[in-house]
């Protein structure tokens, strides 16, 4: 059994931001993530047993999002060349802010915000209606979808921020405004590996983003 998830990889360029801040807090008794692990969760963890099928769907939806948009596109401009029609759609996002979270209150990470664009939102359903369509997943989170990338973890023994623990950091209250924009146009297939020393991430196969009402096998 393999714990995947789905998830929108951030530039090398934004890294480096979070590395940077990282130094800035770097007593603080939490697990930095890098490279990697820093990505935006789309679809959270389940458990799969044939990680080769949901490559092969999403290899299909992919490939049939980008056929669909090639035709729309020269059928609306046919001077279009079909490499320019073949470009990937992008969304746009902006972190705008770093701060304990879900709740400063009582938080469980450290993760950087921002206002969450509808085409994002948009790309997220259309992954969960093929991943429920296709029997993948059995349910949607409830929870309203927020953009966020999660920079720190709690130290290992610690199920939650307790405020008696929380009495000890150095630093008590987050609050950094930040301006780190990126294009995302590629999302990723990732395999969670967890051990005693935290989460380590994977990745199994890239596809491009896309959008359309798709369906698998045609």
């Known amino acids: 059994m393999k714990r995947l998830f789905i998830a929108i990889p951030i530039s090398a360029a934004i890294q480096k931001k979070a590395l940077e801040f990282q130094k800035t807090y770097k007593n603080l008794p939490v697990r930095w993530l890098t490279g990697k692990n820093l990505h935006i969760t789309i679809i959270p963890p389940w458990y799969e047993n044939d990680p080769d099928r949901i490559k092969n769907i999403l290899n299909e939806f ?6 669909a948009q090639i035709e729309t596109t020269r059928a609306n401009k046919p001077h279009v060349t079909e490499s320019s029609a073949n470009a990937s759609p992008a969304i746009n996002i902006k972190f705008s802010n770093i701060f304990y979270g879900p709740n400063p209150a009582a938080p469980r990470l450290i993760w950087a915000s921002g206002q969450t664009p509808t085409k994002l939102i948009q790309f997220k359903k259309n992954l969960e209606t093929i991943f429920l369509q296709e029997k993948i997943i059995k349910k949607i989170e409830p929870r309203p979808f927020l953009l966020h990338l999660t920079l ?4 290992l023994g610690m199920a939650r ?6 009495k000890n950091f150095s630093i008590k209250k987050i609050s950094e405004q930040i301006d780190w924009s990126e294009t995302l146009d590629t999302f990723v297939l990732m395999e969670s590996h967890l051990s005693s020393a935290g989460a380590d991430y994977e990745i199994l196969q890239k596809n491009k983003i896309f959008f359309g009402n798709l369906k698998y096998g045609q």
Not at 62 to 67: H, K, L
Not at 161 to 166: G, P
Request: aromatic share 12%; proline share 6%.
């Open 62 to 67: 992919s490939a049939q999002a980008n056929t």
């Open 161 to 166: 921020f307790r405020q008696e623990d929380f």
């Open 152 to 155: 720190a973890r709690l130290p």
